[in-house]
């Protein structure tokens, strides 16, 4: 892949992932108000499954993306370390996605909601309590990334007069 | 991805550590949800021996439907809604159901307290089960009217129901979708 193709790629899948997160954000935040056993529930839970499986498969291919051609230092005034501290915050956005796609998958398989294999019983209590325990943590886990890399974003500007409203990289 | 390792300095790291411990802490504090399950469920003989002696109604034979189809639909939004009690957000009703957040609440009248199967109770829950709470109208009135001051250190994180009419619209509920 030449440089000029794997950037544009990079930057797409950064603007995919951004667009998929804010819908899985939107519908996570309304699900919890529907109550359980109801029709709209089941539907915004399968739209839950479908978005945040495209949410991982998208986030692994900007980590691949990441790890073979990483983003470079393009702004002068912004001080090295400072840009790696931004860009591992940005890198562990990007885990924690993959990392919250592949808990859901347990929980949901756990839970018999997706199964690979038709009619197996794949209901397992205890993987659905620590799967989803931590689907939780990497939620919380990605939106105090999200949170510090606004903080740092905000402390570039007024010191070093960076700016950049891509907090996805 | 290599520079990073290389030029990254251990605060770097130290803050992604602490950003994921607090993150760790979050799900337990803001539900009240537990990491692992491990329930170990009582039998049905220890069960029984928890309310012998209290010679309690069966709520659910005694309960004689009058409600109108208004009451129905008022008792179903207490139970469910967001204003209302939220109780379904987390509980179920439904017999062939498991517990998933929250233990489920069918035929939970007459039982004494954390006796659902396959759900980790809190220590304060399982010490009141010890101390001899049995679910009532009357003690589950009194437990969601204010969850933290009647068992203290339990994992119900909702703000006390303060309207009466909304906790008996709750109760007749309960007691109505388990027959």
């Not at chain 1, 499954?49 to 073979?68: A, D, K």
């Not at chain 1, 592949?102 to 690979?116: C, E, H, V």
């Not at chain 2, 069966?58 to 439907?65: E, K, M, R, S, V």
């Not at chain 2, 939970?108 to 304060?124: C, D, M, R």
Request: glycine fraction near 4%; charge should be negative; include cysteine.
């Amino acid at each position: 892949m030449d440089n000029q193709f794997t950037q544009r790629l990079s930057s797409l899948t950064s603007w995919l992932v951004f667009i998929l997160f804010v819908i899985v954000f939107l519908n996570m935040s309304e699900t919890p108000r529907i109550p359980t056993e109801s029709p709209e529930r089941e539907i915004l839970r399968s739209f839950h499954l479908v978005m945040g499986s495209l949410l991982l498969v998208f986030s692994f291919i900007r980590v691949y993306l990441w790890l073979y051609f990483p983003p470079q230092n393009t702004q002068r005034l912004l001080p090295d370390q400072a840009y790696t501290q931004l860009h591992i915050l940005q890198f562990m956005l990007y885990i924690s996605f993959i990392a919250q796609g592949l808990s859901g998958i347990f929980t949901a398989w756990s839970d018999g909601l997706i199964q690979f294999l038709p009619g197996a019983d794949t209901v397992n209590h205890s993987l659905w309590v620590t799967s989803g325990y931590l689907h939780s943590v990497f939620a919380f886990f990605y939106l105090l990334l999200i949170v510090f890399i606004l903080l740092f974003r905000i402390y570039h500007l007024l010191r070093y007069r960076v700016i950049s409203i891509n907090i996805f990289a | 991805m290599r520079s990073y390792f290389i030029n990254a300095r251990a605060t770097h790291w130290l803050l992604v550590v602490i950003l994921f411990a607090i993150a760790s802490y979050l799900p337990y504090l803001i539900f009240g949800a537990f990491p692992f399950a491990k329930q170990v469920n009582l039998s049905e003989d220890k069960i029984e021996n928890l309310v012998k002696e209290l010679d309690l109604p069966n709520y659910y034979d005694l309960y004689i439907d009058q409600a109108t189809e208004e009451d129905k639909l008022l008792e179903k939004q207490a139970f469910d809604s967001w204003e209302g009690g939220k109780c379904r957000f987390c509980h179920s009703l439904r017999e062939d159901d498991r517990a998933r957040m929250a233990p489920s609440l069918y035929r939970i009248l007459g039982k004494p307290a954390a006796v659902g199967e396959n759900f980790t109770y809190s220590q304060s829950l399982i010490e009141m089960r010890n101390n001899g709470l049995v679910w009532t109208p009357e003690t589950i009135d009194a437990f969601i009217s204010d969850p933290e001051n009647y068992i203290p250190a339990n994992r119900m994180r909702v703000e006390g129901i303060k309207d009466p009419e909304t906790r008996q619209l709750i109760i007749n509920y309960l007691i109505r979708e388990s027959q």
